[in-house]
């Protein structure tokens, strides 16, 4: 089972029905000590090299990390000064870049694992236990004290009730009744843009409007911080990430609703849900996960807008429970996993701070999983 986190924009969104359904650029230099392999230049190890970066190329994972496991044991510690061996570091690295059209998650697991191992991910899965620890109870006054915030902060905002949307539906009345005084009537070309909008968010999900509002550069950086917050949970938990998808369209053709998501596996949530049984600890990691985009933007910004469907999902993960969480349950756990997610991002600002700055620029998969570890790395 993937499962899908949306960052969703602030117009309401029907609920999914389902929770399943979730270039390299130039590396900078790493300041840890990880193995490094260097290979001896041989017109066989270059012809490898090029078929490794074809499957890189073609998003095959399944060939790339048999490429990786096959090799891993041919290599010869070799110091050279062409730049090889450092072509084999970044060699690694790259296999996370095919996993976002990876049908097995299984395979995902693999590749996470397989890094793990080799010394690259020392980080991944490092704070699975923390579901076991603080208080259940977390009523609004015991938040309150935590974060500072109120749980009205924490709670995703519709369109027209947020800051950023309030401020821009009364200038837009502004502007529409400046111009009707100065005999310039545009309400005709405004009605057929409110039939647009809504055929939009009937039939494309809001995706044309998504894309739009993308442009705005504070509404595109929340959305970052946003899913950077998604990413890092699912990353100090354990979970492997199959990818992040910013561009709303792409969202939409891969059945994700909203502009934007986190794409993510929990091999025993998965299991556990297979065998018509979940564990508290399982559900409570996958909560935390799902919560870390709304704990992100309180954390950045004092307050959260996006994430209203990823509160209508853990609603409907609730509604599956047996027997199933009753209403004052189901606010008590929304509360306990956005002060988990919350706490953990906060001991991790750093770390976020470069998960966001990495999907500012761009960054694939393998560039932002690798600036993470270095931030955590220096931050020793």
């Known amino acids: 089972m993937t499962i899908s986190l949306r960052c969703t924009p602030p117009a309401p969104v029907s609920p999914s029905r389902r929770y399943n359904h979730f270039h390299s650029n130039q590396l900078p230099h790493s300041p840890f000590n990880f193995r490094q392999h260097s290979r001896r230049i041989t017109p066989q190890a270059l012809t490898e090299w090029r078929e490794y970066e074809q499957a890189v190329k073609d998003k095959d994972l399944r060939k790339a990390l048999r490429f990786l ?30 996993c976002l059209n990876a049908d097995d998650m299984r395979l995902v697991a693999a590749a996470y694992v397989f890094l793990k191992d ?10 699975r236990s923390i579901v076991l620890e603080g208080p259940r109870d977390v009523t609004p006054s015991v938040l309150k004290s935590s974060t500072g915030l109120e749980v009205s902060k924490l709670s995703p905002k519709k369109w027209g009730l947020s800051t950023s949307s309030s401020v821009t539906l009364v200038a837009l009345f502004a502007g529409l009744s400046y111009l009707v005084d100065h005999g310039i009537d545009l309400r005709p070309q405004l009605a057929v ?15 044309c409007l998504a ?38 369209f792409v969202a939409m053709q891969m ?11 929990d091999e025993n949530l998965q299991n556990e849900l297979a065998e018509g049984r ?28 996006g994430g209203e469907n990823d509160e209508n999902l853990f609603r409907s993960v609730c509604l599956l429970l047996a027997p199933p969480l009753s209403v004052a349950q189901m606010s008590n756990q929304a509360r306990w996993s956005v002060l988990q997610s919350y ?25 932002i999983i690798r600036s993470i570890e270095e931030a955590m790395a220096a931050k020793r």
């Not at 993308?214 to 990818?243: F, N, T």
């Open 69 to 98: 496991q096959q090799t891993d044991d041919d290599f010869i510690d070799l110091q050279t000064d062409n730049g090889f061996g450092s072509l084999e570091l970044q060699r690694d690295w790259d296999v996370l870049d095919t």
């Open 118 to 127: 080799k010394g690259f991910l020392n980080h991944f899965g490092k704070y």
């Open 193 to 207: 843009v409110l039939g647009l909008s809504m055929v939009d968010a009937i039939f494309l999900g809001g995706s």
């Open 211 to 248: 894309q739009i509002s993308s442009y705005w550069p504070p509404y595109k950086r929340r959305i970052l911080v946003h899913e950077a917050g998604h990413l890092l949970v699912a990353y100090l938990m354990g979970c492997p990430i199959r990818g992040v998808i910013l561009d709303p």
């Open 255 to 265: 059945g994700i609703q909203g502009q934007a998501g986190t794409q993510f596996w």
């Open 278 to 305: 979940l564990t508290g600890v399982a559900f409570d990691r996958y909560c935390m996960v799902l919560f870390g985009g709304i704990a992100a933007e309180a954390l950045v910004y004092g307050e959260a807008e």
């Open 343 to 367: 706490n953990l991002l906060k001991w991790h600002k750093h770390a976020h701070t470069a998960a966001v700055k990495a999907l500012e620029n761009g960054g694939s998969l393998s560039v």
